[in-house]
T-cell receptor, first 113, second 113 residues
Framework: AQSVAQPEDQVNVAEGNPLTVKCTYSVSGNPYLFWYVQYPNRGLQFLLKYITGDNLVKGSYGFEAEFNKSQTSFHLKKPSALVSDSALYFCAVRALGTYKYIFGTGTRLKVLA | DAMVIQNPRYQVTQFGKPVTLSCSQTLNHNVMYWYQQKSSQAPKLLFHYYDKDFNNEADTPDNFQSRRPNTSFCFLDIRSPGLGDAAMYLC????????????FGPGTRLTVT
């Protein structure tokens, strides 16, 4: 079965410090991996994706993620956190051979001033 | 700007009174999705369309129906809303094998009284 795990319900980080939000996956074949951010009472907003190519993917708002095939991970990172980054983050994988996406349970990021 | 639009943003309905949520897109994407999201949990896929082909999730209650009269519009009908159907409903689109990521609307928050 294909799945995505976000092991942390919440991550707290001080403004200006680097942040990491963790995601691991279990899929058959080559994964299509995504990160989305959700602000209160809004839809999900696409941040970045890994389809193929370089393992380090850069996305919106200074976020990046590293695809690690051996560890089946796709952690979201940012070198210097902003208070405005505080939101709910979802990792997702597209199920093989379908147009369906499997979402992790989400990680709430709180950046402290 | 091309986008996914959901109307209304907030909907209040009475227990058992049918309600329709609407979604439109200017992206001309082939695939449209309806998700239910409760209390900052992961979005739960209800169904999706690939063009006019309807794909229902096995655990989507019969109370939920959908229509896609054309590429641009998709509707979610809840025939007899229960208190447990109160949630955020998210519409999303994706483009077959081009960009892979989903584009989400802002969501409709449904309250059942």
């Amino acid at each position: 079965a294909q799945s995505v795990a976000q092991p942390e319900d919440q991550v707290n980080v001080a403004e200006g410090n680097p942040l990491t939000v963790k995601c691991t996956y279990s899929v058959s074949g080559n994964p299509y991996l995504f990160w989305y951010v959700q602000y209160p009472n809004r839809g999900l907003q696409f941040l970045l994706k890994y389809i193929t190519g370089d393992n380090l993917v850069k996305g919106s708002y200074g976020f990046e993620a590293e695809f690690n095939k051996s560890q089946t991970s796709f952690h979201l990172k940012k070198p210097s956190a902003l208070v405005s980054d505080s939101a709910l983050y979802f990792c997702a994988v597209r199920a093989l051979g379908t147009y369906k996406y499997i979402f992790g349970t989400g990680t709430r990021l709180k950046v402290l001033a | 700007d091309a986008m996914v639009i959901q109307n209304p943003r907030y909907q209040v309905t009475q227990f058992g009174k049918p309600v329709t949520l609407s979604c439109s897109q200017t992206l001309n994407h082939n695939v449209m999705y309806w998700y239910q999201q409760k209390s900052s949990q992961a979005p739960k896929l209800l169904f999706h369309y690939y063009d006019k082909d309807f794909n229902n999730e096995a655990d989507t209650p019969d109370n939920f129906q959908s229509r896609r009269p054309n590429t641009s519009f998709c509707f979610l009908d809840i025939r007899s809303p229960g208190l447990g159907d109160a949630a955020m409903y998210l519409c999303a689109t994706s483009e077959r094998e081009v960009s892979y990521e989903q584009y989400f609307g802002p969501g409709t928050r449904l309250t059942v009284t």
